[in-house]
T-cell receptor, first 111, second 114 residues
């Protein structure tokens, strides 16, 4: 079973920030938080991951709470192409650990 | 770099027939995965290969599903015989142990069993 809880769906206005929450209250000290997204009819795509510090890349920012029990993925200026299902996954960052995908959050960016 | 290639993109068969899917991972990626994604759900891992050896096939329904990765490059996933509940998208992913340790996914094969 997935170790994360996400809202099933969210809407966001085009050009505004999209803030996608994820709860992972049972996360252990050596588990990372990964975010992937899946645009319709495509395979999942890596977005970002982090351990305990906030992370930013060209796609998004990841904010992890100090107790690491929850996190937020931020798309700073959402576009229509960001409409997708977003998956939050926790896993150890070693070779043998696999991803367990939950149902994710379906983000709809509205014009 | 070229991404993960999969074929066919779509397949429609009748129950009890056989079907095979093909995957060509990113060049140099030692780890290859097959996932099953049922409509409305996240992908579920079926099998993981490290080079040409199986690392994890605990969720593969071995009575009807089989997979191989000869020579540690391309892989095929076969279903024989297919059931209605096998209707899903079958995703292939590969990982090369890069800095982010992320998996790269192919576009998937959408299977419809009638």
């Amino acid at each position: 079973d997935a170790k994360t809880t996400q809202p099933p769906s969210m809407d966001c206005a085009e050009g505004r920030a999209a803030n996608l929450p994820c709860n992972h209250s049972t996360i252990s000290g050596n588990e990372y938080v990964y975010w992937y997204r899946q645009i319709h009819s495509q395979g999942p795509q890596y977005i970002i991951h982090g351990l305990k510090n906030n992370e930013t890349n060209e796609m998004a920012s990841l904010i992890i709470t100090e107790d690491r029990k929850s996190s937020t993925l931020i798309l700073p200026h959402a576009t229509l192409r960001d409409t997708a299902v977003y998956y939050c996954i926790v896993r150890r960052n070693n070779y043998g650990q696999n991803f367990v995908f939950g149902p994710g959050t379906r983000l709809s960016v509205l014009p | 770099e070229a991404g993960v290639a999969q074929s066919p993109r779509y397949k429609i068969i009748e129950k009890r027939q056989s079907v095979a899917f093909w995957c060509n991972p990113i060049s140099g990626h030692a780890t290859l995965y097959w996932y099953q994604q049922i409509l409305g759900q996240g992908p579920k891992l079926l099998i993981q290969f490290q080079n040409n050896g199986v690392v994890d096939d605990s969720q593969l329904p071995k009575d009807r599903f089989s997979a191989e990765r000869l020579k540690g490059v391309d892989s095929t996933l076969k279903i024989q015989p297919a059931k209605l509940e096998d209707s899903a998208v079958y995703l292939c992913a590969s990982r090369g142990g890069g800095v982010y340790n992320e998996q790269f996914f192919g576009p998937g094969t959408r299977l419809t069993v009638l």
